[in-house]
């Protein structure tokens, strides 16, 4: 009996993979190339910054950014950095705010990469904008119901704290 349920279980989880796949999205879904979307979302966030008489900084990533107050004794960020911010999200389509935090700590290698990009331009101290494409975002799929699929979005962040370790426990920056 024993070896039956044994067999059984180990034919199910042969299975899986097939039933896993026959519950996703066709293959034949229109999912547009990366970097066709990134250009057309960079000539939608440009065309954005001209139309408000915006002139920012440009990252070949396709991050444009803006900052607004320049600390020159802060601490430099870097992708290993823990960091404490305030910081809003809004969609750049119709400037909806989608999500908004104050003294948020958070390790940067595990954000968004547009923020993985744009924060490191920072100091702390500093507060800047953030103009990033929707797939340095949430990309296609986007993040329902706040973020629609190929959401360009803009983040106005102030960096209050820089450190070097992420507590868990109590969510802060050491």
């Known amino acids: 009996m024993k070896i039956r349920f044994i067999k059984v279980i180990i034919g199910t989880l042969a299975l899986l993979p097939f039933i896993v796949a026959s519950c996703m999205k066709s293959d034949t879904e229109d999912i547009p190339d990366f970097n066709a979307q990134l250009q057309a979302d960079i000539a939608i966030i ?44 809004r969609l750049l389509s119709n400037g909806v705010e989608f ?3 104050t003294n948020i700590s958070f390790p940067l290698n595990g954000v968004i990469h547009g923020w993985k990009i744009g924060i490191p331009f ?12 929707s797939g340095l975002a949430y990309g296609y ?3 329902p ?7 360009n979005l803009i983040f106005d962040v102030t960096v209050n704290k820089v450190g070097t370790t992420y507590n868990p426990s109590d969510r802060s920056c050491n």
Do not use: M, W
């Not at 910054?49 to 920012?56: C, Q, V």
């Not at 444009?64 to 290993?80: A, C, P, Q």
């Not at 920072?122 to 494409?133: M, Q, R």
């Open 46 to 89: 440009d065309n954005y910054l001209a139309a408000h008489n915006i002139t920012a900084f440009q990252d070949a990533s396709g991050v444009r950014y803006v900052i607004h107050r320049d600390s020159v004794n802060g601490k430099r960020i870097t992708i290993d950095s823990c960091v404490t911010a305030t910081y809003s999200g």
């Open 145 to 151: 119901p706040e973020i629609p699929g190929n959401a």
């Open 99 to 101: 999500d908004n935090g």
């Open 122 to 133: 920072l100091k702390e101290g500093e507060s800047a904008t953030l103009y990033i494409p």
């Open 141 to 143: 799929y986007g993040y």
